[in-house]
């Protein structure tokens, strides 16, 4: 249930493009095997853009050190349940680019917005891609679980959330490219 609200938006997106793009193009266009393969310039622009939060914004407290996609299980213990996997991936993609999204210095504006950009685009192929595959799918109860912490530590945010999210979002990235790789990443 925690996720349901998520995909309304783009539900509503895509039932508009269906009504006009054949199943097959649309399909396609959300196919997640491109992301098994890290686009050389956009890894450098996440790269440059987390160097520059870490040299602009120094941690506040030592305590910040935290990294808020801890789990004590790897995405590939999910199983090849697809749909499982896609949204544990969204849902860590959501809070990075929220907090990517937070106020900031006209700087790191301009060095946030291509990797915001892509992260967007990332987030809008999972929601293609389940909205097309498992438009009904229910998290299974080892996701469930880790979905409400993430949501309990989102409510209660603090500085660090911002901090442990822009410094672990390789974490998240790896996440993605289990997802596109499917059985092979195991
Ligand atoms: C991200 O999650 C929040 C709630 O946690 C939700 O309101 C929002 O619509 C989500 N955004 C996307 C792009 O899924
Ligand atoms: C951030 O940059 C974008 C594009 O360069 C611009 O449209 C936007 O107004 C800027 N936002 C802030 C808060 O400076």
């Given at each position: 249930a925690v996720c349901l609200g998520v995909s309304r938006s783009f539900q509503l997106a895509h039932t508009s493009l269906g009504a006009v793009i054949p199943h097959n193009t649309l399909k396609k266009s959300c196919y997640?095997?491109?992301?098994?393969?890290?686009v050389f310039h956009e890894t450098k622009a996440v790269l440059r853009m987390r160097e520059k939060f870490k040299a602009t914004k120094?941690?506040?407290?030592?305590?910040?050190?935290?990294?808020?996609?801890?789990?004590?299980?790897?995405?590939?213990?999910?199983?090849?349940?697809?749909p499982d996997r896609v949204m544990l991936v969204k849902a860590e993609l959501n809070l990075t680019t929220s907090m990517l999204e937070l106020p900031a210095t006209p700087s790191f504006n301009k060095t946030r917005q291509q990797p915001l950009a892509f992260l967007t685009q990332v987030q809008n192929d999972l929601q293609c891609w389940m909205d097309t595959e498992a438009p009904s799918h229910k998290p299974s109860e080892k996701l469930s679980c880790w979905l409400n912490n993430l949501q309990i530590a989102r409510e209660t945010t603090n500085s660090c959330l911002e901090a442990s999210a822009i410094r672990h979002i390789f974490e998240v990235l790896n996440d993605l490219r289990c997802v596109a790789f499917e059985e092979q990443c195991s």
């Open positions: 997640l095997s491109k992301y098994r393969f890290p120094p941690l506040e407290h030592r305590d910040c050190t935290g990294n808020i996609f801890h789990r004590d299980w790897a995405i590939a213990k999910l199983s090849v349940r697809m």
